[in-house]
């Protein structure tokens, strides 16, 4: 199985920035998309940005132009680096990975989440 490790939330004011780093280990053959999501206070999750193995992003509309998502392949970290935060951007963020664990198996593993909160 992968275990991802998040770090880098807590608590900033608005227009303030903030990095997320997300390591991925365990039983891995190749790791495919990684990402991030996360969920406000009575919202469901929403993809944040998401990064393929070659680099190809995408983002959120609400994110776009405030934050980038990055990846070191060699070592199996993700990366959100989040500026002109706002108070909507408030929630948990979960990093996602899709991993390749055996020759014939790919699937989905979440991290355990970490809280970011923007104060106005």
């Known amino acids: 199985q992968v275990q991802l490790v998040e770090s880098g939330g807590g608590l900033v004011q608005a227009g303030g920035s903030l990095r997320l780093s997300c390591a991925a280990s365990g039983s891995i053959v190749r790791i495919n998309r990684m990402g991030w999501y996360r969920q406000g206070p009575g919202k469901q999750r929403e993809m944040v940005a998401t990064?393929?193995?070659?680099?190809?992003?995408n983002y959120a509309d609400s994110v776009k132009g405030r934050f980038t998502i990055s990846r070191d392949n060699a070592k199996n970290t993700v990366y959100l680096q989040m500026t002109t935060l706002k108070p909507e951007d408030t929630a948990v963020y979960y990093c996602?990975?899709?991993?390749?664990?055996?020759?014939?198996?790919?699937?989905?593993?979440w991290g355990q989440g970490t809280q970011v909160t923007v104060s106005s």
């Open positions: 996602n990975t899709n991993a390749q664990i055996t020759s014939w198996n790919t699937l989905d593993f």
């Open positions: 990064i393929t193995s070659g680099g190809s992003t």
